[in-house]
Nanobody, 121 residues
């Protein structure tokens, strides 16, 4: 199995910033897409941002202009820089990776364990 290691969550005041990181194992054959989702209590999980192997990015409407996703291919790591945070951003943030583990394998989705982000007003 693939273990994704997330870090960077925490408590921040409204208007503040946080940076999330998610590292995937180094022995993955090919990562197609890395991204972040979030889920607040009582809500469905929603996409926050994603970045493809080629570097194309996509963002949820509520975070456009405030969050930036980036990756370090050499480290198989994806980052989420979150600026101008507001209480509505409070949620558990999950890392997501779509990848081929080996040559000839099927592409599969993998999830991190989640990291809590809490924004106080």
């Amino acid at each position: 199995q693939v273990q994704l290691v997330e870090s960077g969550g925490g408590l921040v005041q409204a208007g503040g910033s946080l940076r999330l990181s998610c590292a995937a194992p180094g022995n993955i054959f090919r990562i197609n897409r890395m991204g972040w989702y979030r889920q607040a209590p009582g809500n469905q999980r929603e996409v926050v941002a994603a970045i493809t192997h080629g570097g194309d990015t996509d963002y949820g409407d509520s975070v456009k202009g405030r969050f930036t996703i980036s990756k370090d291919n050499a480290k198989n790591t994806v980052y989420l820089q979150m600026n101008s945070l507001n209480p509505e951003d409070t949620a558990v943030y999950y890392c997501n990776v779509n990848a081929f583990l080996a040559v000839g394998s099927l592409a599969k989705e993998y999830w991190g364990q989640g990291t809590q982000v809490t924004v106080s007003s």
